[in-house]
């Protein structure tokens, strides 16, 4: 398992939470807040530091943390017994690579050819802009969409503009940007009547039913432009199973989710061990957030959770698990079991083409073997809103991963009666 793709996500908010304002909305009706004239303590053109000599101790952290997890490439690949860790920094990445100058020069022309150094290379810049000190407008979201405008979801690209988010004039404010709202927008992209996902694109015709059962939940035929006014029947229940950095984010990240469907009731529930911790010791923490928000956190095991939830409508409930490992461990074996008998979507991502694989594989050999009975309802390929930053592993500096690189969906097998007469 990943150590830095699972974990290093709450560094990264940490600092987040510095420049983007705990305030739930940013209306463009708002005044034009004052120009701050503070120095950045790091300007655009010294963003590059050895991670062993940056000027954030989070940062001299991280490069000790891989001289003590990681591994030289060169000792790995020889026979001996000796492995040695990385201590030596490439000059050109700023990152323990090696764990000395002879493996580093040995190993130079590998490291520089297969892209990683690269890859290296602009995480040492990404990380260290996060803490420089700069207005990082682009991370000033917009709030509620215009009704009379409609948000394209086909790429990110076209998701902001259409969302009127500030303009992005480099690629790392997109990485930036991206992994904090790859999750909630991911879910955004499933469920939304615009999504990328067509019968032409993936989508199976099982798929297609699943999700048109919960759009009509989402797209009320009748509707009362008085929020307000509004007293909700129904709400869209979203599960995310072995929730981690997901359950970490500042609520107000999760509103561009509710932004995109103006007359729903969402609720969000982040379940399992790793999410967040609750308050008064307790396993379990409610917020109202928001009119048409709110949060459970549990940090129960879904299977033991399960009861207190039912009963499930596929017309209402949707799951989602992100980079669940369902491939590393059997402890899912009895909450997948639980999920298919709910007869809901169930949509699940992988931090690569490798990981995603792995995930069918495990569910495609249980169906085979009669314990999982299920349908297809989105072929798993790459997920179109992935986070567009690497996440480095801090015990294999050569792997850089994407939150949520690929998706694939699946339900409990549903069939179709047949009644005697046509029997």
């Known amino acids: 398992m990943l150590f830095s793709a699972r974990n290093d996500f709450n560094t990264h908010l940490n600092h987040i939470r510095t420049y983007i304002s705990l305030k739930s909305t940013f209306s463009r009706q708002n005044s034009p807040k004052p120009i701050s004239t503070a120095k950045p303590i790091l300007s655009q053109d010294n963003l590059f530091h050895p991670l062993s000599k940056s000027p954030f101790e989070d940062l001299r952290h991280r490069y000790k943390q891989i001289c003590v997890y990681g591994s030289c490439p060169v000792c790995l690949s020889q026979d001996n017994e000796v492995k040695n860790k990385p201590k030596y920094e490439c000059p050109d990445c700023g990152y323990p690579t090696h764990c000395s100058l002879e493996h580093y020069l040995q190993d130079k022309e590998k490291h520089k050819n297969l892209g990683t150094c690269s890859m290296l290379k602009q995480s040492n810049e990404d990380e260290h802009d996060l803490r420089s000190g700069r207005t990082m407008i682009e991370l000033d979201f917009p709030s509620s969409q215009p009704l009379d405008e409609q948000v394209n979801m086909l790429n990110w690209d076209l998701y902001f503009y259409t969302r009127g988010f500030p303009s992005m004039d480099n690629d790392r404010s997109v990485r930036h940007v991206s992994k904090l709202l790859t999750y909630p927008i991911t879910i955004a992209s499933i469920l939304h009547e615009y999504g990328p996902y067509t019968i032409k694109n993936r989508l199976t015709d099982e798929g297609l039913k699943s999700l048109t059962a919960l759009r009509t939940i989402l797209y009320p035929k009748v509707i009362s432009h008085d929020i307000k006014s509004q007293n909700p029947k129904e709400i869209i229940r979203i599960f995310v199973l072995g929730a981690r950095a997901e359950s970490l984010l500042p609520l107000h990240i999760y509103s561009q989710l ?81 999920l298919l008998q709910t007869k809901c979507a169930i949509f699940i991502t992988g931090f690569d083409q490798e990981d995603l694989h792995s995930e069918v594989n495990a569910i495609e050999e249980k169906s085979e073997k009669g314990e999982y009975e299920l349908d297809w309802l989105l072929r798993p390929g790459e997920n179109v809103f992935k986070s567009m930053k690497r996440e480095i592993d801090l015990k294999d500096v050569r792997v850089g991963v994407w939150a949520n690189w690929g998706i694939f969906g699946i339900r409990g097998k549903k069939y179709d009666v047949v009644h005697e007469d046509d029997r």
């Open 258 to 338: 509710s932004y995109l469907f103006p007359f729903t009731y969402f609720h969000i529930y982040f379940i399992g061990p790793e999410s967040l911790p609750s308050i008064n010791n307790t396993s379990h923490k409610h917020t109202n957030y928001a009119p048409q928000l709110s949060f459970t956190w549990s940090t129960t095991f879904y299977h033991d959770y399960h009861d207190s939830l039912t009963p499930f409508d596929p017309y209402t409930d949707v799951f989602f698990l992100f980079s669940p490992g369902i491939s590393q461990t059997n402890t899912w074996h009895d909450t997948m079991i639980k």
